[in-house]
């Protein structure tokens, strides 16, 4: 950099990694960084308290290279600045916060001494951020040229370029005693270009071998140092446990309603920051341009005095009659002309006397631009001169006049010279430009602007800060509760510790409302767990009181024995083998098959309202009495409804499957059954199941009536009735399971039943 002369370009480098942590340089020259996601990239690799001292080492470290680098440049008379391997270094190292640290204190440390380095201080981060981004994407690499000279001429870019243009503004072109300027003044003598293009030339070069210097510096250096140093200085600033790269794709999947917190951020981070600049800005500039018109109105003043002082009052009438023949002329006309030519900005210094028809000429200093007036020459009245004109024609003082004239814009003070009665015999008139104002006021704009920049770049810390403190963290939880499953004991188990994994600890309310977070789930998962061994304890003892109640019928029917929970498991048989096939699966819910199973020992409840007599009669009943026995299919629906009428609640899916299979299941599919005589998918599946599992039972048990048949008979009988008693695709899969069919028939269910109500016993 250029300390010594007006040319200061910037502390041009300080290049960082982005926050994807130290990358791994393969022998492609990729960056085998770990997972991140778009925009700012993360490290995967927690971090422990030592970071911050680590930190601190870097830091402290890159700033002595940047120091030590550019005196020892200086003090070789080298035509390069080395100020910018200390923050590259570390930047590639470290990440985008100790880079942009380092770069950004480089130029406060540099302005101890020279304070215009301070200027170039957004220069600096520009470059920590593009190297930070290099360096996360694979670019330090000798195997990958091409993109080394990418990193270079980005970096010559941004230094030599837009540091060239900002020396233009704030100072001109001058060629000063900087780096750049004996090779700017070798290409301007040369004819090669303009003075602007010369100097521009000569800044890209010199920043070029500069830059070139600093990335294979840095680029050596990365390559020498092993994986697990460049983790260790690595900066990461997780406040959790790091998110993986599908998390932070699937965290920035989800859009917001409105506007993402992030974007809430930066925006009312950025959008303070540029009220605050404006309004510094704006003040500063007001007070500069203020204080630039006070001062020139002094310097005004004093060389008005000093020009009165020098004029006689009581010779005014000579000066103007006999000119430079007047005794003293020449001596105050040699004032003038020396007050004219004291400081640039001093334009014009003369004394008029004023009267109706003009200004009458007493003395006028010569400029280069403008010849004296000769004395008693008359000059017009300046229009902007009108509203003061009869204060000027009686003699009296008038405020400094500022102005935009043939002359230019100027600062006018009028002077008044009195005789010795105290008559106001003329009056001295210095025009101060206040040109060199706004050239100045346009230098300080870009001085302050920059310096604001550079801060303003200062801002990627506070969005860094809180894309670690607040919106990962708050996407981890979102992401965490967002996928939690309580169907199973390992999926509620699941839940819970992923909660806790993420291990949040940012010390603020956002660590509270994880650990609050954290307990609800904790408290909603026992209390899940609790409600289903309650719901266990009641659905066992619901089962018992079923097969109870299927009991005290059965009592009551002494021919049929275990009926009804051979039915039931024929019924799961048949349900089963449907699914296993494909048929009904719209149906075959998991909930209705528990419904049916479990509701199957109720198809025959109506029973209960039938006479023992017929009942148990051991001859054929008599039409009379077959019809009074149809009756309990109605009975039993009648039954179960009342029951219905005594759950609250729409959980009655249990209680319908009973219904229809006490109802229907003794229709038949050609529509011969009852007693609604339905026929096909008019009956219920469940009740279409129930009928094929209550024939063949009462086929192959035995009756007071009648003997077992064999099962080769039954499944005969089954297989004749399909498509008209039987739904065929229900008889055929009974069929198809016939060996399933084989075991329950020949299971002793007293036992089972006997094993069922043990269980339910259970708490």
């Known amino acids: 950099m250029e300390k010594n002369g007006v040319h200061n370009h910037a502390e041009e480098s300080s290049e960082t990694i982005t926050e994807g942590g130290p990358a791994e340089y393969s022998g492609s020259g990729q960056a085998q960084q770990p997972a991140a996601a778009p925009g700012i990239q993360h490290s995967l690799s927690g971090k422990s308290k030592s970071d911050w001292k680590y930190l601190l080492i870097l830091?402290?470290?890159?700033?002595?290279?940047?120091?030590?680098?550019?005196?020892?440049?200086?003090?070789?008379?080298?035509?390069?600045?080395?100020?910018?391997?200390?923050?590259?270094?570390?930047?590639?190292?470290?990440?985008?916060?100790?880079?942009?640290?380092?770069?950004?204190?480089?130029?406060?440390?540099?302005?101890?001494?020279?304070?215009?380095?301070?200027?170039?201080?957004?220069?600096?981060?520009?470059?920590?951020?593009?190297?930070?981004?290099?360096?996360?994407h694979g670019f330090y690499s000798f195997r990958?040229?091409?993109?080394?000279?990418?990193?270079?001429?980005?970096?010559?870019?941004?230094?030599?370029?837009?540091?060239?243009?900002?020396?233009?503004?704030?100072?001109?072109?001058?060629?000063?005693?900087?780096?750049?300027?004996?090779?700017?003044?070798?290409?301007?003598a040369a004819g090669v270009a303009s003075k602007f293009w010369s100097q521009f030339l000569a800044d890209m070069l010199i920043d070029l071998a500069d830059k070139t210097i600093t990335v294979l510096v840095v680029t050596t250096v990365l390559q020498i140092l092993p994986a697990s140093l460049k983790e260790r200085f690595y900066f990461a600033g997780w406040q959790q446990a790091p998110m993986s790269k599908e998390k932070l794709l699937s965290a920035d999947r989800k859009q917001p309603r409105l506007m993402s917190l992030r974007s809430k951020i930066v925006i009312l981070v950025?959008?303070?920051?540029?009220?605050?600049?404006?309004?510094?800005?704006?003040?500063?500039?007001?007070?500069f341009r203020t204080a630039a018109v006070e001062e020139q109105q002094e310097l005004a003043w004093g060389v008005a005095n000093v020009a009165s002082d020098a004029i006689d009052g009581?010779?005014?009438?000579?000066?103007?009659?006999?000119?430079?023949?007047?005794?003293?002329?020449?001596?105050?006309?040699?004032?003038?002309?020396?007050?004219?030519?004291?400081?640039?900005?001093?334009?014009?210094?003369?004394?008029?006397?004023?009267?109706?028809?003009?200004?009458?000429?007493?003395?006028?200093?010569?400029?280069?631009?403008?010849?004296?007036?000769?004395?008693?020459?008359?000059?017009?009245?300046?229009?902007?001169?009108?509203?003061?004109?009869?204060?000027?024609?009686?003699?009296?003082?008038?405020?400094?006049?500022?102005?935009?004239?043939?002359?230019?814009?100027?600062?006018?003070?009028?002077k008044p010279v009195y005789?010795?009665?105290?008559?106001?015999?003329?009056?001295?008139?210095?025009?101060?430009?206040?040109?060199?104002?706004?050239?100045?006021?346009?230098?300080?704009?870009?001085?302050?602007?920059?310096?604001?920049?550079?801060?303003?770049?200062?801002?990627?810390?506070?969005?860094?800060?809180?894309?670690?403190?607040?919106?990962?963290?708050?996407?981890?939880?979102?992401?965490?509760?967002?996928?939690?499953?309580?169907?199973?004991?390992?999926?509620?188990?699941?839940?819970?510790?992923?909660?806790v994994d993420l291990d949040i600890r940012t010390g603020d309310e956002i660590e509270n409302l994880y650990h609050s977070v954290t307990k609800t789930t904790e408290d909603m998962v026992d209390t899940i767990e609790n409600m289903e061994r309650q719901q266990d304890i009641i659905t066992k003892l619901q089962n018992g009181l079923i097969l109870v109640l299927a009991d005290m019928v059965e009592s009551r029917d002494k021919c049929t024995g275990d009926h009804v929970?051979?039915?039931?498991?024929?019924?799961?048989?048949?349900?089963?083998?449907?699914?296993?096939?494909?048929?009904?699966?719209?149906?075959?819910?998991?909930?209705?098959?528990?419904?049916v199973v479990n509701s199957a020992p109720l198809h025959d409840i109506g029973k209960i309202q039938v006479s023992d007599t017929i009942l148990n009669k051991p001859g054929k009943l008599t039409d009379e009495e077959f019809a009074i026995m149809k009756t309990h299919t109605t009975a039993g629906a009648e039954i179960i409804a009342h029951a219905m009428?005594?759950?609250?609640g729409d959980d009655t899916g249990y209680l319908k499957e009973a219904s229809n299979l006490a109802h229907y299941h003794h229709e038949k599919w050609n529509g011969t059954g009852y007693p609604d005589g339905l026929k096909g998918e008019e009956i219920p599946l469940s009740a279409r199941i129930m009928a094929v599992a209550d024939v063949?039972?009462?086929?192959?048990?035995?009756?007071?009536?009648?003997?077992?048949?064999?099962?080769?008979?039954?499944?005969?009988?089954?297989?004749?009735?399909?498509?008209?008693?039987?739904?065929?695709?229900?008889?055929?899969?009974?069929?198809?399971?016939?060996?399933?069919?084989?075991?329950?028939?020949?299971?002793?269910m007293g036992a089972a039943a006997e094993a069922v109500r043990e269980e339910a016993k259970k708490p």
């Open 314 to 414: 009581d010779r005014v009438d000579d000066y103007i009659r006999l000119g430079e023949a007047a005794d003293g002329y020449a001596r105050v006309a040699k004032r003038f002309n020396d007050l004219a030519g004291s400081t640039e900005s001093i334009q014009y210094v003369y004394a008029y006397r004023i009267l109706e028809d003009g200004c009458h000429v007493v003395f006028d200093a010569d400029t280069p631009d403008t010849p004296a007036g000769k004395p008693g020459e008359v000059v017009e009245f300046d229009s902007d001169f009108m509203d003061w004109l009869p204060d000027l024609l009686a003699g009296k003082e008038v405020p400094p006049i500022i102005a935009h004239g043939q002359y230019g814009w100027l600062l006018t003070v009028y």
């Open 270 to 287: 950025t959008a303070a920051m540029v009220i605050i600049a404006l309004i510094v800005t704006v003040i500063s500039f007001i007070h």
């Open 565 to 595: 929970r051979k039915t039931a498991a024929y019924t799961d048989i048949i349900m089963r083998e449907l699914k296993k096939e494909g048929i009904y699966t719209d149906q075959l819910t998991d909930d209705f098959m528990d419904d």
């Open 144 to 188: 990958k040229p091409l993109r080394l000279l990418a990193v270079i001429a980005t970096f010559t870019l941004i230094g030599g370029g837009i540091g060239s243009l900002l020396t233009w503004v704030l100072y001109g072109f001058e060629f000063g005693s900087g780096i750049s300027a004996p090779l700017a003044l070798r290409i301007h």
């Open 645 to 648: 009428n005594t759950v609250s």
């Open 59 to 136: 830091c402290v470290v890159g700033l002595l290279i940047n120091y030590l680098l550019a005196h020892l440049a200086t003090g070789l008379h080298l035509p390069l600045y080395l100020d910018n391997i200390g923050s590259a270094l570390v930047a590639a190292l470290g990440g985008y916060i100790p880079g942009i640290i380092v770069g950004f204190f480089t130029n406060i440390l540099n302005g101890i001494g020279d304070y215009t380095t301070a200027y170039y201080g957004s220069l600096t981060v520009l470059i920590a951020i593009a190297s930070a981004w290099f360096a996360n």
């Open 696 to 748: 063949f039972d009462a086929l192959v048990s035995r009756r007071s009536y009648k003997e077992p048949f064999p099962f080769e008979k039954a499944m005969s009988i089954i297989q004749e009735g399909a498509g008209s008693h039987f739904d065929p695709q229900v008889a055929g899969a009974f069929l198809r399971a016939a060996d399933e069919v084989r075991q329950v028939m020949n299971t002793n």
């Open 419 to 499: 005789d010795s009665q105290g008559a106001c015999q003329c009056y001295v008139g210095v025009d101060v430009s206040m040109d060199h104002i706004t050239r100045n006021g346009y230098e300080f704009l870009a001085r302050v602007v920059s310096l604001f920049f550079g801060f303003f770049l200062l801002l990627t810390a506070a969005i860094w800060f809180a894309e670690y403190n607040i919106i990962l963290p708050i996407n981890a939880l979102d992401l965490a509760t967002g996928s939690s499953v309580y169907t199973s004991d390992e999926a509620r188990a699941k839940t819970v510790q992923n909660i």
